[in-house]
């Protein structure tokens, strides 16, 4: 399926036009508009926080400070989702959520999202990645992994 | 509260297939297992004074207590998370009734999956998130939180996808393979047809496993739990009053509850340390268990591991020590858990895979009939059963059970 709403194969139905962003959350988005992937880290203590937390686990530190990334990783682990649970997804099945470890990002902290535009049985734990967007709506662009 | 408590008492209903139920409610159910459990131990309503429930339980025990006429509640708490505290509900049970709490305390599970109303559909948490249908069993409409954008617009929606995303990497790291998970699904289907009361007999062979569709890769339909309808409850009270009754005392001798902080798998954040990512969140929970029940790993005669999927009955045999980390595939392709032949019977009643589905509540009862020496496939002397909790979001739950002598 490739039209503008919909240009990657493999992305599973879209399920969101926000970001539902607060402020811990508004400089990822605010970022990926730009097309600039971006991580946020403790303010205290330099933790990553992935998903944006409001509390730092480690520290019990508040604040984030986002970083900029190089927009690179490698796949952590994969699943190739055969079987539409919803009615919506019927039509966009298989598709690929992924856990991602990106470059310049300590930790365990991991993205998660969708590949796209590689074929199921080419994915490869361990295979070196880029990030790609979706501009879903003025307020949203989603990213995306797709192979380096 | 190590050995103080027992388990005297097991009941249950008719065993329906999923929606099957129907017109019965829940409450009904419920009532009937737990009616027919104090039956077993030799007891009733005016004994009862405890409730320890766990997994939201789908019946409360206040509404228990009310529709048993019950006359004082001494205890009353279900324990968070889903059917993880499966195994901890008796632990809990045990202590509540070794601190004097309350003596006699039922536990309990009914599951009734009709289309209004199905359990296990996940929809907590990050994943909660809209849909064009506007929601249903899978989603649910609204309640996004900020963190949500950042993990549900993956689509993974269901505990199928998450245990596939720990499953894959227990194969990248350690070269599990689909084999090793057909030793598990065949292993217990060879179990559950031997035993009248499993709903699944059909027999199940490795080509079988193989021809069957894919769900959520590399997971595929037989390594999924089926689905059920019906209630199965447990009555604990303290070994002095436990030797006064019918049946031989199934001690309750360590139990953990809990799991360890940043491990929290069916959040689904993908966010746990990279040694226990591939793992059943259980590793913290097991040492707990075994150090309270002063036994180890090569002291557990049957092996009742909760198997909503079968890799994580895999993930667990490492987690509870029963195979070195890492090992599980071979450990298992080896005939290690095979009922009769194996070092180590696993889920020798067929488990949720073949058995019966009623979240973990299968595996007490057949720990308990291994010990009281009723199982239909009876470990020759066991003594020692370790009963497990399904691996998800803390807290994780394992309990010892030891025959009194």
Redesign the interface.
């Known amino acids: 399926m490739s039209n503008t709403t919909h240009p990657f194969k493999y992305m599973p139905a879209p399920l969101f036009t926000d970001p539902y962003a607060d402020e811990w959350t508004a400089p990822f988005w605010e970022a990926a508009l730009r097309g600039q992937l971006t991580a946020p880290k403790c303010a205290e203590c330099g933790t990553f926080r992935l998903p944006p937390s409001r509390w730092c686990a480690a520290c019990h530190a508040q604040g984030l400070e986002y970083v900029d990334l190089p927009g690179t990783g490698t796949l952590y682990s994969f699943i190739i989702v055969r079987h539409a649970l919803t009615p919506d997804q019927k039509e966009y099945v298989p598709y690929i959520p992924a856990v991602v470890s990106a470059d310049g990002v300590s930790g365990n902290a991991r993205f998660v999202a969708n590949l796209v535009n590689v074929e199921p049985e080419d994915v490869q734990i361990g295979m070196k990645l880029k990030v790609t967007w979706n501009e879903v709506s003025a307020t949203l662009t989603l990213p995306f992994w797709t192979v380096a | 509260m190590k050995d103080k408590a027992a388990i005297v008492g097991i009941g249950q209903t008719q065993r329906y297939r999923r929606g099957q139920s129907l017109p019965r409610s829940m409450m009904d159910m419920a009532m009937e297992a737990t009616l027919s459990a104090l039956a077993d131990a030799g007891l009733t309503t005016n004994d009862l004074d405890g409730f320890a429930f766990y997994g939201g339980a789908t019946v409360d025990p206040g509404s228990m207590a009310y529709n048993l006429g019950v006359p004082h509640v001494k205890f009353a708490a279900t324990l968070t998370a889903g059917g993880s505290g499966s195994a901890g509900s008796v632990g809990m049970a045990a202590a509540v009734i070794n601190a004097g709490l309350a003596n006699v305390c039922v536990s309990l599970f009914v599951l009734q999956q009709v289309p209004t109303g199905r359990f296990g559909g996940s929809s907590e948490g990050?994943r909660k998130?809209?849909?064009?249908?506007g929601g249903?069993a899978?989603?649910g409409g609204g309640n996004?939180?900020?963190?949500?954008?950042?993990?549900?617009?993956?689509?993974?929606?269901?505990p199928g996808?998450n245990f596939?995303?720990?499953t894959?990497?227990h194969m990248?790291q350690y070269g599990t393979k689909r084999e090793h998970f057909a030793e598990v699904c065949i292993s217990q289907r060879e179990n559950a047809i031997k035993r009248p009361q499993s709903l699944r007999k059909d027999p199940l062979t490795l080509d079988d496993y193989f021809a069957a569709?894919?769900?959520?890769?590399?997971l595929c339909l037989f390594d999924y739990t089926m689905e059920c309808d019906g209630a199965i409850a447990v009555i604990t009270t303290s070994i002095d009053r436990a030797k006064t009754l019918p049946h031989t005392p199934v001690l309750i001798s360590g139990s953990g509850i809990g799991g360890t902080?940043?491990n929290a798998h069916l959040l689904g954040?993908?966010?746990?340390?990279?040694v226990s990512?591939a793992s059943a969140g259980a590793r913290d929970v097991a040492k707990q268990m075994y150090e309270m029940a002063e036994v180890g790993p090569e002291d557990v005669d049957v092996a009742l591991l909760y198997d909503h999927f079968s890799p994580m009955v895999l993930m667990q045999l490492e987690d509870f020590q029963l195979c070195p980390i890492g090992e599980s595939g071979p450990f298992v392709a080896e005939g290690n858990i095979r009922f009769g032949t194996g070092s180590i019977p696993v889920n020798t009643h067929g488990g949720n895979l073949s058995d019966f589905y009623c979240p973990g509540m299968t595996h007490l009862v057949e720990g308990v009939e291994q010990l009281r020496g009723t199982a239909i496939n009876q470990v020759e002397g066991a003594e020692i059963a370790l009963c497990t909790g399904g691996p998800s979001s803390i807290p994780m739950t394992g309990t010892i059970l030891k025959r009194y002598r």
């Open positions: 990050p998130v809209p849909t064009a249908s249903g899978y989603g996004v939180s900020p963190e949500a954008a950042f993990i549900s617009p993956a689509s993974i929606m269901s996808h596939s995303m720990l894959q990497r990248y569709r894919m769900i959520s890769d590399p902080g940043n954040n993908f966010q746990m340390p990279d990512f």
